[in-house]
């Protein structure tokens, strides 16, 4: 047990009620390659079997370490896994999800050999029902694979935030303060404590291959959740926050960030039921005309259609939602009606123009 006063990685695996799920994630942890590992199981309170499942699992690997804790929420979860972690690296697997046998060895050998504070790689997107399929995230292609500073090829903000296909500098964080914002019951922790890992990063590896399989098909996972209609928007407001605190970073990254935001806004918008919907657009369309008024927005980190549609949501956020909701039926012709009714056949034109050339 020598070793494992300081693993190679601590492994962070946040647990409420997964009892269906569970097992495979923790059979996944402990057949990783690199067996160096100590997995820190964060019980919020479960009330189903997942307790018993842990135990069963701790009591027969001592690798497996248990923190029972009142429910309080996955971002008081996370840091209180940080506190208790001892590895050379921060690793973090989902209790619904599960890794790949090599993924902690090859993000480790990566980070190691890059001599990064962090390594990310790529995941599957991952269904169980009707019939298990999984599709390559994307999150890393070849074009954003290597060994860079992430400010120096800003794409990368772009991405899915996807900690979970990651690893992390313990000291890294340390030094830096990198945390989980605590919100009680809210989501999308993981979209400030990205941004903060990819902004102070001086060296990251990005490796073009899927470690993890994100599932799809929980019922319960936050994204099915309406109760948390603006917790993207407390992500963004504690990377503002970050951002003040950060001067220097905040001159490269306050546009970079209003083109995450609106991905992002976009994003939680389409999950939420449409009386929910409705406002979130207008709290959305506020935020962004003050952005808009602070000078904060470079539209030429916008794609054509992007820009138009958030010049719509600011002017009229409730005919922006009918208009997006149509624009999202199937046919491409909904799209040409959509942008033709915000810019004409110019519009289209370079819609169709930027698409065709792959831009986000």
Request: glycine residues 8%; proline residues 5%.
């Given at each position: 047990m020598a070793s494992m006063q300081t693993p190679k990685v601590s492994l962070l695996v946040p647990v409420y009620n997964v009892e269906r799920y569970l097992e495979q994630c923790l059979d996944s942890a402990l057949s990783q390659t690199l067996s160096d590992i100590e997995v820190i199981c964060i019980n919020d309170g479960s009330t189903d079997s997942s307790p018993e499942i842990l135990d069963a699992y701790a009591a027969r690997d001592e690798r497996i370490r248990i923190i029972d804790k009142k429910n309080s929420?996955?971002?008081?979860?996370?840091?209180?896994?940080?506190?208790?972690?001892?590895g050379t690296y921060i690793g973090i697997l989902e209790s619904d999800d599960f890794f790949e046998p090599y993924a902690l060895g090859h993000l480790v050998s990566a980070a190691e050999d890059a001599s990064?504070?962090?390594?990310?790689?790529?995941?599957?997107?991952?269904?169980?029902?009707?019939?298990?399929r999984?599709?390559?995230?994307?999150?890393?292609?070849?074009?954003?694979?290597?060994?860079?500073?992430?400010?120096?090829?800003?794409?990368?903000?772009y991405q899915k935030p996807s900690i979970?296909?990651?690893?992390?500098?313990?000291?890294?964080?340390?030094?830096?303060?990198?945390?989980?914002?605590?919100?009680?019951?809210?989501?999308?922790?993981?979209?400030?404590?990205?941004f903060k890992t990819l902004a102070l990063a001086k060296r990251a590896v990005f490796l073009d291959e899927p470690v993890l399989s994100y599932r799809q098909d929980n019922e319960a996972s936050s994204v099915n959740s309406p109760g948390k209609v603006y917790c993207v928007c407390d992500e963004y407001a504690e990377i503002e926050r970050f951002l003040c605190e950060h001067p220097d970073l905040r001159e490269r990254l306050e546009a970079i960030k209003s083109r995450m935001k609106y991905d992002s806004y976009m994003w939680n918008y389409e999950r939420l039921?449409?009386?929910?919907?409705?406002?979130?657009?207008?709290?959305?369309?506020?935020?962004?005309?003050?952005?808009?008024?602070?000078?904060?927005?470079?539209?030429?980190?916008?794609?054509a259609w992007t820009e138009a549609d958030l010049h719509a949501l600011i002017r009229d956020p409730k005919g922006f939602g009918a208009?997006?909701?149509?624009?999202?039926?199937?046919?491409?012709?909904?799209?040409f009606k959509h942008y033709y009714r915000l810019g004409g056949v110019r519009l289209v034109a370079k819609v169709l123009a930027e698409k065709s050339r792959g831009r986000a």
């Open positions: 929420g996955y971002g008081a979860s996370m840091n209180r896994g940080l506190d208790e972690a001892r990064a504070d962090m390594a990310k790689a790529d995941f599957w997107f991952y269904w169980s029902v009707p019939s298990e999984r599709e390559r995230g994307q999150v890393v292609s070849a074009d954003i694979a290597g060994a860079y500073c992430p400010l120096d090829k800003p794409d990368i903000f979970w296909s990651a690893v992390y500098k313990r000291e890294f964080l340390l030094q830096h303060g990198v945390r989980f914002l605590e919100t009680p019951g809210a989501a999308y922790q993981d979209c400030s404590f990205s039921a449409p009386e929910l919907g409705t406002k979130f657009l207008e709290r959305a369309s506020q935020e962004f005309a003050y952005d808009l008024e602070q000078g904060n927005i470079d539209f030429s980190l916008f794609p208009a997006h909701d149509e624009l999202m039926k199937p046919g491409k012709l909904n799209t």
